[in-house]
């Protein structure tokens, strides 16, 4: 049987995001609107609408549907920023987060995924606002900062001295901190030069390679 695909996705809005606490209206129609499947290679794409991380090959992942929404969230976007997100995978969350803000770009470190990401935007018609880059996202990137906002879809031990550098003041960043396997979603905030920095939630990102990760 073919899936609905709407009604998936109506059904992972209301019970994955909505009953979990998602308020963000803003989040929550970018989601309903953005076709999820799309973004899932094609061998894994029955599951595009459950309640965890899908394998989108290279040993990489995309996020639980949930964990795209509260970091998303958790950035309180309201639509005129310039959002850095390091981790692109296959690009789902760099188009949820290109309807939330004014411009996004994502760097994947995988060159097969970057790609992959840049034809899932395109084909999606999500991607005249982000741009994708191949390249160690853990040194941020340098050309496009500051950024207002900073996501990042891996984990490391501690956020790297780049991201942080790149975040504008005011400016916000989450991120996955701990080790190899388990993690604490952080949200930093900065304003007038200070830093603070508390937990979110409790995750399992895969690790952030590269010059800043493990
Ligand atoms: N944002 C994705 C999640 C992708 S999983 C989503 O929409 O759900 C995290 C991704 O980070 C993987 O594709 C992995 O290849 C990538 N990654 C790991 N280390 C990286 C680095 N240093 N720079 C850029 N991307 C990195």
């Not at 090959?57 to 950035?75: D, H, N, V």
């Not at 996955?176 to 830093?195: C, N, S, T």
């Amino acid at each position: 049987m073919i899936p609905h695909w709407a009604v998936e996705r109506r059904k992972m809005i209301e019970m994955q995001l909505r009953r979990r606490g998602i308020r963000d209206e803003r989040i929550l129609s970018a989601m309903e609107e953005i076709p999820r499947e799309q973004f899932i290679p094609p061998e894994a794409r029955l599951s595009a609408y459950e309640d965890g991380p899908v394998p989108i090959g290279f040993g990489q992942t995309i996020s639980q549907p949930y964990m795209t929404a509260l970091m998303a969230e958790l950035l309180e976007l309201t639509g005129g920023e310039s959002v850095l997100e390091v981790g692109a995978g296959c690009g789902y969350a760099a188009a949820v987060l290109g309807k939330l803000a004014a411009r996004v770009v994502a760097i994947e470190i995988v060159p097969a995924l970057a790609e992959t990401a840049r034809e899932n935007l395109e084909r999606t018609g999500l991607g005249p606002n982000v741009s994708v880059i191949c390249g160690d996202g853990s040194l941020g990137y340098p050309e496009g900062a500051p950024f207002d906002a900073i996501s990042v879809a891996a984990g490391a031990r501690d956020i790297p001295p780049a991201l942080l550098a790149q975040l504008q003041d005011p400016g916000r960043l989450v991120m996955p901190v701990g080790d190899y396997a388990d993690q604490e979603l952080r949200v930093v905030a900065k304003r007038d030069g200070q830093i603070q920095s508390r937990v979110a939630a409790l995750c399992r990102f895969v690790p952030l390679r590269g010059e800043g990760g493990f």
